[in-house]
Nanobody, 115 residues
Framework: QVQLVESGGGLVQAGESLRLSCIAS????????MGWYRQAPGTRRELVAH???????NYADSVKGRFTISRDNAKNTVYLQMTSLKPEDTAVYYC?????????WGRGTRVTVSS
């Protein structure tokens, strides 16, 4: 099973940037689909971005052009570069890995964007 630990969250002002990291342990993530999700208070957890093992990415419409997901398989790490942050990006951000029946989540890192 893969264990995931997110970091990099914090409090920023609107328009600023943050980079989140997700470090995996337990297995190499090279074959895994990796994703970032977020959950704001009182809402459902939603997809932010996925990156597949061939590097293909997909994004939620709300973050296209502002967020970039990337992976460094040698470091067993996935990143989420967030730019032009908006107050509506405020949420707990979770990392996810999945591959066939293996499906793991991290505990999340909080991002707060003030206006």
């Amino acid at each position: 099973q893969v264990q995931l630990v997110e970091s990099g969250g914090g409090l920023v002002q609107a328009g600023e940037s943050l980079r989140l990291s997700c470090i995996a342990s337990g297995r190499s993530i090279g074959s895994y689909v990796m994703g970032w999700y977020r959950q704001a208070p009182g809402t459902r957890r939603e997809l932010v971005a996925h990156i597949y093992n061939n590097g293909t990415t997909n994004y939620a419409d709300s973050v296209k052009g502002r967020f970039t997901i990337s992976r460094d398989n040698a470091k067993n790490t996935v990143y989420l570069q967030m730019t032009s942050l908006k107050p509506e990006d405020t949420a707990v951000y979770y990392c996810r890995s999945f591959y066939y029946t293996s499906d793991s989540w991290g505990r999340g890192t909080r991002v707060t964007v003030s206006s």
